[in-house]
């Protein structure tokens, strides 16, 4: 497919657990965003990287969070020990480049509910 | 914060009539994009436009910005039942980070 491809769509998981979500750019996107989206809030920023160089993590909410980009395509976004304040939507977006006059593309999300 | 607010938070309207939302913002940007996001769904890009630009047009959508007064409007003409959707502006700031606000909800009844 052509889109932006996030894996699983839901996943629901006891407190205290960790989780993986993973995400699939489009190809030759350099730029990749996590987001973070609780009911009926808007967006979060969490993170982004930009090709190989350092990704902006200024957004993640605490050091449970961590984000990694391999071979500059697909990104895993893990939380260790869940909360419950930790379920949400977790959308991922790319584009050409990091700029504002890109359009960012994005996945349709993995639903995560903490139990 | 830079976050963009959209207003109204929800609006319902009759299948060809116009819909108008708007946002506000609080600094200085270079370029404000609007999007769209159906129930369960992913946000899909509708258009941007540059801080230099007023008013730009794609289809039925009309973009205004007024950086005097940090605002951006989004009407859609004729609005269509498959236009129910909630609508978010995000805008730049330092940094690269994108804004969003926290969305119109859009209803169309048919």
């Known amino acids: 497919g052509a889109g932006v491809s996030q894996s699983p769509s839901n996943k629901v998981t006891e407190k205290g657990k960790d989780v993986e979500l993973r995400c699939d750019p489009i190809s030759g996107h350099t730029a990749l965003y996590w987001y973070r989206q609780s009911l009926g809030q808007g967006l979060e920023f969490l993170i982004y990287?930009?090709?190989?160089?350092?990704?902006?993590k200024s957004g993640l909410p605490s050091d449970r969070f961590s984000a990694e980009r391999t071979g500059g395509s697909v990104s895993t976004l893990t939380i260790q020990r869940t909360q419950q304040e930790d379920s949400a939507v977790y959308l991922c977006a790319s584009s050409l480049v990091v700029n504002s006059n890109q359009p960012q593309h994005f996945g349709d999300g993995t639903r995560l509910s903490i139990l | 914060s830079q976050q963009g607010e959209e207003d109204p938070q929800a609006l319902s309207i009759q299948e060809g009539e116009n819909a108008t939302m708007n946002c506000s913002y609080k600094t200085s940007i270079n370029n404000l994009q609007w999007y769209r996001q159906n129930s369960g769904r992913g946000l899909v890009h509708l258009i941007l436009i540059r801080s230099n630009e007023r008013e730009k047009h794609s289809g039925r959508l009309r973009v205004t910005l007024d950086t005097s007064k940090k605002s951006s409007s989004l009407l859609i003409t004729a609005s269509r039942a498959a236009d129910t959707a909630s609508y978010f502006c995000?805008?730049?700031?330092?940094?690269?980070?994108?804004?969003f606000g926290t969305g119109t909800s859009l209803t169309v009844i048919p």
């Open positions: 990287f930009q090709g190989n160089s350092a990704p902006d």
């Open positions: 995000a805008t730049d700031a330092i940094g690269n980070q994108f804004y």
